[in-house]
């Protein structure tokens, strides 16, 4: 019997005992290709020589110093690294352990940074509803999914939430691209206006929505307006690439893409590539400066900020990404799998819509395509396909509340960087009978 208190309590886990590349074996021997880097975490999969080299060397140096007394060659160069290749604007980086506390980091910047620029009274976060970006509770009330945050409502910080630009679900027949994605953005003006101009401290976004909405990736130039607008009201935009960013989406930053910078930008996931527990934020200098003109400092920190051994390991992922050329991979074996995945799908009536960027794909499921119709919740499709994908010996993320935090099921699919032609094949195989199997069950 475990005494872990498991995500869930019933049920039994396999025990993994060996990971390296894409392939993970069970206590049983059982194997399996790793399709989804856990949470879209491994991206250059397990076991890899480089990392093993790094984490031996820096704990050979120093695993842990206190940031109150001491800074570290790691963080340092970590940081001097991530503003190096960050987009435009930003000056400095905060290193922490997990995107919620990253999430958390980066609200508390956005208050300070008003408060440090005598406008104390602006306190009103706005945020997009199928989002998610923590489970902490600053992040979990900020994050808009409703199954997420159904139980602790209660005690949950007040948020404002606006629609997603989500195209399958929200674009309207003969509304083109650009007049979605303006119909769109005009929401958070609407928001910003009925709050009051001076209320507002922050609007929060995945560049790519990800676990919640199934990769979500915005349209036409809705980024662009969304960052006209914040300007034009004083409001600062954070960008959650927690998920989508560090190159899950063929670029480093997601945002790259749109042809914007925000003002503060969250990482995680793939910065380390689970190596260790890593975040990062990235700071604008507009932000710094609000700080070193005020009160010098940053009201916050933690025991294990710009922990040298997390450091270590995000700054030799992102050395191996480079040298590896590996940001190429993702565009590539991504545009191979999203076109296997519309082929070997193009039959069914099931996968309603195929989306994303990159080696970042979601497959939304429908009952059928026309109406768009999800599957009844009751049915539990999303863990169904999950174990129906586990004993064909693939790893998937399927989430369910696609459309609303209880409706729709899709399955997200975010391999490592390093996976190869044949093996982005093998995965779209062992999907496809997954998704044939689960649904001829009923
Ligand atoms: N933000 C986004 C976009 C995420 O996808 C996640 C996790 O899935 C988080 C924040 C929270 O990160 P963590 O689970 O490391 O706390």
Not at 77 to 90: E, F, I
Not at 171 to 180: R, T
Not at 189 to 216: H, Q
């Given at each position: ?38 949470a ?17 060397a ?55 940074y ?13 945020a ?16 808009g ?14 948020t ?33 206006l ?15 929505v ?31 690439e ?10 480093l ?10 003002d ?21 200098s ?26 270590a ?18 565009r ?23 989306r ?13 395509r ?17 174990a ?10 399927p ?28 995965i ?13 069950d009923?």
């Amino acid at each position: 019997m475990s005494q872990i208190l498991h995500r869930s309590l019933t049920g039994r886990l396999p025990t993994v005992v060996h990971a390296e590349g894409i392939h993970v074996r069970d206590s049983d021997g059982k194997t399996y290709i790793d399709a989804c880097g856990g949470a879209a975490v491994s991206c250059l999969g397990h076991g890899h020589p480089r990392l093993r080299e790094a984490l031996l060397a820096q704990l050979d140096t120093v695993a842990y110093m206190h940031t109150g007394f001491f800074t570290s060659e790691a963080a340092e160069a970590l940081a001097s690294r991530l503003v190096a290749d960050a987009p435009a604007g930003m000056s400095h980086a905060m290193v922490l352990n997990s995107g919620s506390e990253a999430v958390e980091a980066s609200l508390k910047m956005a208050r300070q940074y008003h408060v440090e620029r005598g406008e104390p009274q602006r306190r009103h976060i706005i945020a997009r509803r199928q989002s998610y970006h923590g489970n902490t509770l600053g992040a979990l009330a900020t994050g808009g999914n409703a199954g997420r945050r159904k139980l602790h409502t209660p005690i949950l910080i007040e948020t404002h939430h606006i629609d997603p630009c989500f195209a399958y679900r929200y674009q309207q027949e003969n509304e083109s691209d650009l007049d979605y994605a303006a119909r769109a953005a005009r929401q958070l003006e609407d928001k910003i206006l009925e709050l009051g101009t001076d209320s507002v401290m922050a609007f929060v976004a995945e560049t790519v929505v990800g676990a919640t909405a199934g990769v979500v990736p915005p349209v036409g130039d809705y980024f662009r307006r969304v960052r006209e607008i914040c300007d034009r009201y004083g409001v600062l935009l954070i960008l959650d690439e927690v998920m989508c960013g560090m190159g899950r989406t063929g670029t480093l930053h997601a945002c790259e893409q749109e042809g914007i910078s925000a003002d503060i930008q969250v990482l995680a996931k793939g910065l380390g590539g689970g190596y260790q527990p890593v975040s990062a934020v990235l700071v604008s200098s507009k932000v710094h400066d609000a700080f070193l003109r005020g009160s010098g400092a940053f009201v916050h920190g933690q025991t294990y900020m710009g922990h040298p051994m997390a450091a270590a390991a995000a700054l030799a992922v992102q050395q191996v990404v480079t040298e590896d050329n590996l940001l190429e991979n993702s565009r590539l074996r991504g545009a191979e799998m999203m076109s296997a995945l519309q082929s070997r799908f193009a039959n069914s009536p099931y996968i309603g819509d195929i989306r994303g960027r990159g080696l970042f794909i979601g497959l939304e499921l429908v009952q059928d395509r026309l109406s768009k119709l999800p599957f009844d919740p009751g049915m539990a499709l999303a863990s169904r396909l999950k174990a129906g994908a586990m004993k064909n010996g693939l790893m998937i993320y399927p989430g369910s509340g696609t459309i609303d935090g209880k409706a729709g099921d899709h399955i997200l699919l975010a391999p490592p960087y390093i996976v190869t032609s044949e093996e982005v094949g093998e995965i779209v195989s062992r999907l496809g009978d997954t998704v044939d199997q689960v649904l001829a069950d009923g």
